[in-house]
T-cell receptor, first 111, second 116 residues
Framework: DAKTTQPPSMDCAEGRAANLPCNHS???????VYWYRQIHSQGPQYIIHGLKNNETNEMASLIITEDRKSSTLILPHATLRDTAVYYC????????????FGTGTRLQVFP | DTGVSQDPRHKITKRGQNVTFRCDPISEHNRLYWYRQTLGQGPEFLTY????????KSRLLSNRFSAERPKGSFSTLEIQRTEQGDSAMYLC??????????????FGPGTRLTVT
């Protein structure tokens, strides 16, 4: 699985958009980009995934660059409950489907 | 609640004792994963099952660790002769398999183990 690079921490004002970047320059054609988050003392929670196209669901939007070497997770209107560690993970299609977590980005949403 | 459940949520044990954790996955999910997470780090993969078959074990899983999923439903993770280095959060996750798309994994709340 390709390695990912994320900033260790970010701040965001409540109500504003939070844009979390992820670099995955060695991604291969059959690898998906997945995002999970982990709120303090809870298990990780799936947010969104994508292959090539931008994706949106009720939680977030995922923007993947045309060369697929980086992506951005967007929380359009951050709330205090979005304070968490956000993990960007690249996963191959098939196989064990195990998740290889890095250290993620700690997002702090402030009032 | 139909999510992944884990029991116990917290366990304090003395060094050298054996401990066992249980995970109940989402009922229709045929894959079950165990991860371990230490403070300040992301979760690390330990092992996974497809139905009752254990298909992969990480090198992190020493011979003091054993996991089972006897009927393809719940799973247990046992640690024998616990050491202080085993102190961590043990997370269980479940998912459906697909030959064409890696399905998302749903995690339980974890079991926090403290070895004194």
């Amino acid at each position: 699985d390709a390695k990912t690079t994320q900033p260790p921490s970010m701040d965001c004002a409540e109500g504003r958009a939070a844009n979390l970047p992820c670099n995955h320059s060695t991604i291969s054609g059959n690898e998906y980009v997945y995002w999970y988050r982990q709120i303090h003392s809870q298990g990780p929670q799936y947010i969104i995934h994508g292959l090539k196209n931008n994706e949106t669901n009720e939680m977030a939007s995922l923007i993947i660059t045309e060369d697929r070497k980086s992506s951005t997770l967007i929380l359009p209107h951050a709330t205090l409950r979005d304070t968490a560690v956000y993990y960007c993970i690249v996963r191959i299609r098939g196989g064990t489907d195990k998740l290889i977590f890095g250290t993620g980005t700690r997002l702090q949403v402030f009032p | 609640d139909t999510g992944v459940s884990q029991d116990p949520r917290h366990k304090i044990t003395k060094r050298g004792q054996n401990v066992t954790f249980r995970c109940d996955p989402i009922s229709e999910h045929n894959r079950l994963y165990w991860y371990r997470q230490t403070l300040g780090q992301g979760p690390e993969f330990l092992t996974y099952f497809q139905n009752e078959a254990q298909l992969e074990k990480s090198r992190l899983l020493s011979n003091r660790f054993s996991a089972e999923r006897p009927k393809g439903s719940f799973s247990t993770l046992e640690i024998q002769r616990t050491e202080q280095g085993d102190s961590a959060m043990y997370l269980c996750a479940s998912s459906l398999t697909s030959t064409t798309l890696p399905y998302e994994q749903y995690f339980g709340p974890g079991t926090r183990l403290t070895v004194t």
